[in-house]
């Protein structure tokens, strides 16, 4: 697609509840990120893809989250048991090498913004 | 690991003024600094950015600085305009390629008419 697609846009959950959030990537964009967004802050990194294997897992907080890209383009972030202090916006980016070298950069999608009450 | 620090946290301007957004890091091996424009409700957006073999590169109204030996660089907004307002972030990374970006904590931006 044109852009980085982020499914849901927004979702409000029970506490300890379990929730998926889906990322679209770039059609052709190899790595893939997650981060989350606090109110106020700037993204944090949660998780690096790179085709299909997770290449940098280390901004996962705990074992809760987990996250997928079964074929190498779409990416399921899962959360388990979710506790209020998940409450943020995830963000997913894309990105490739390609051949523009001035402009080489992420592409991030809007977001779904998660709720838990 | 990484930290930058972005300052100010917040930034009013009048159109047709400059604004500038200072950032700084601490892991010297940083050598990839991009800025993103942050509108409400939706992804950042990169609008410029800059490798650490320059020290200052150009986009028409938009230029950044970065000084490697102070760890610091900077965003430079020329002739402000009301569309300009958003939130502004700095990031810093290893490597331009598959890399993770470190984030400041953002400036809001207000370009008053």
């Known amino acids: 697609g044109a852009g980085v697609s982020q499914t849901p846009s927004n979702k409000v959950t029970e506490k300890g509840k379990y929730v998926e959030l889906r990322c679209d990537p770039i059609?052709?964009?190899?790595?893939l990120y997650w981060y989350r967004q606090s109110l106020g802050q700037g993204p944090e990194f949660l998780i690096y893809f790179q085709g299909t294997g997770a290449a940098d897992d280390s901004g996962l907080p705990n074992d809760r989250f987990f996250a997928v890209r079964p074929e190498g383009s779409v990416s399921t972030l899962k959360i388990q048991r979710t506790e209020r202090g998940d409450s943020a916006v995830y963000l997913c980016?894309?990105?490739?090498?390609?051949?523009?070298?001035?402009?080489?950069?992420?592409?991030f999608g809007s977001g779904t913004r998660l709720t838990v009450v | 690991g990484e930290n930058v620090e972005q300052h100010p946290s917040t930034l009013s301007v009048q159109e047709g003024d400059s604004a500038v957004i200072k950032c700084t890091y601490s892991d010297s091996a940083s050598n990839y600094f991009p800025w993103y424009k942050q509108e409400l409700g939706k992804g950042p957006q990169l609008i410029i950015d800059i490798r650490s073999n320059v020290g200052e590169k150009k986009d028409q109204r938009i230029a950044v600085t970065l000084n490697k030996t102070a760890k610091h660089f900077s965003l430079h907004i020329t002739e402000t305009q009301p569309e300009d307002s958003a939130v502004y972030f700095c990031?810093?990374?290893?490597?331009?390629?598959?890399?993770?970006?470190?984030f400041g904590k953002g400036t809001m931006l207000l370009v008053s008419p």
């Open positions: 980016a894309s990105s490739s090498t390609g051949t523009d070298t001035d402009r080489y950069g992420y592409t």
């Open positions: 990031a810093a990374s290893r490597d331009s390629g598959y890399s993770t970006l470190t």
């Open positions: 059609s052709g964009h190899t790595a």
